[in-house]
């Protein structure tokens, strides 16, 4: 796959055709942009396209990801008109995992350079709905026009849309951008570098526009040395992925394999916690120190902040170690001292407002 992904996306009339070929050139790709609808020239998807519908995604992930493979879009490559969907959103989240997941598995073999560190780039050239149609229904004119002297004088004919001939059917067309592509891509801010870039204004000025936020964000990427070095410790998102599901599996599993322990930890919260947690029910935290010899057994624990986790607590225990004097040894006068091993829990939940009146 493509060592840097720019995947371009905008509301209809944004200007994605205008600024493509302008994005290549900067980047310094060579390779021509993937453009998804010319990806897509079946009569079924043309005819779902004409009414100003989604292609279905799973023609366009397959046709998509596999025109990646080309050889010739191993340096970077642009994609305009994807993702637009949630199903496709989640796909290309799928895709990077896989592709850093790759990077790690190979990362020290003879393959290393077959799969570079991956940089997706989301870019939405965003306009509001009124530009959006005039700058459609000025397309389909223009196409007309330029169609009619072809015809009169000999040419070539460009394709005209149906929905650029027509304001209702322009406005239709960006509201599902707005729906189906917008608030999924809107997702991917915190995934992937995202840039969203005001296309409203002169062709000149949406460009500025680009260099400048291709720019800021080229000083925060990672090296590739760097990212290699951290790339074995998983994200948070990978962790929490499964983590109901693993936590009543651990659950299940102590009361089955450990009851009488399980018993124990769960009479210790009923007793000792719960009273100290019911006086603290407005603030939504609760302190305590204990002395408890169940969490020597490190299981307990382990059980201790599952049963708070499972119950919608957020519990974290931490042992403090404490040399307590205990006496002085007469002939070196030496203090000698015992450890005290004290368990300082802190246990959050959400409090409860007290309503005031005015």
Request: charged share 30%.
């Amino acid at each position: 796959f493509p060592r840097e992904i720019l995947w371009l996306n905008g509301a209809p009339g944004a200007g994605k055709g205008t600024n493509t070929d302008f994005i290549l050139k900067y980047r310094d790709y060579s390779s021509e942009p993937i453009v998804v609808s010319d990806l897509l020239l079946s009569p079924q998807a043309r005819k779902r396209m004409d009414a100003g519908m989604l292609v279905g995604d799973r023609e366009v992930v397959d046709l998509l990801f596999r025109e990646l493979l080309d050889v010739k879009y191993q340096i970077g490559a642009v994609v305009d008109g994807f993702p637009r969907s949630m199903v496709q959103v989640e796909c290309l989240k799928l895709l990077f995992n896989r592709l850093n997941d790759l990077r790690v598995e190979y990362r020290n073999t003879a393959h290393a350079e077959r799969f570079p560190k991956s940089h997706f780039h989301i870019l939405v050239l965003f306009v509001d709905e009124n530009e959006s149609v005039r700058r459609q229904l000025k397309r389909g004119q223009e196409a007309l026009e330029q169609n009619k002297r072809a015809a009169e004088e000999g040419g070539t004919q460009v394709e005209v849309r149906k929905t650029d001939l027509e304001a209702q059917a322009a406005r239709n067309r960006y509201q599902v951008f707005k729906e189906r592509t917008y608030e999924p891509l809107q997702t991917l801010r915190d995934i992937f570098h995202y840039h969203l870039i005001n296309a409203q204004g002169s062709v000149a000025e949406v460009q500025a526009r680009i260099i400048k936020e291709l720019q800021y964000q080229s000083t925060l990427e990672l090296s590739e040395e760097t990212h290699d070095s951290i790339a074995s410790i998983p994200l948070a998102s990978q962790i929490v992925q499964h983590a109901r599901q693993d936590l009543v599996r651990r659950l299940d599993d102590y009361a089955e394999r450990n009851p009488a322990l399980f018993r124990r930890v769960v009479d210790m919260i009923q007793e000792k916690f719960l009273p100290i947690i019911r006086a603290h029910a407005i603030s939504g935290q609760a302190h305590v120190n204990s002395e408890t010899p169940i969490f020597e057994d490190q299981l307990a624990i382990a059980m201790f902040i599952d049963i708070f986790s499972e119950r919608g607590f957020h519990a974290v225990v931490d042992l403090h170690r404490i040399e307590v004097p205990e006496s002085i040894d007469p002939k070196t006068h030496q203090i000698l001292t015992r450890l005290k091993k004290v368990y300082r829990v802190s246990i959050r939940f959400q409090g409860s407002e007290i309503r005031r009146g005015s």
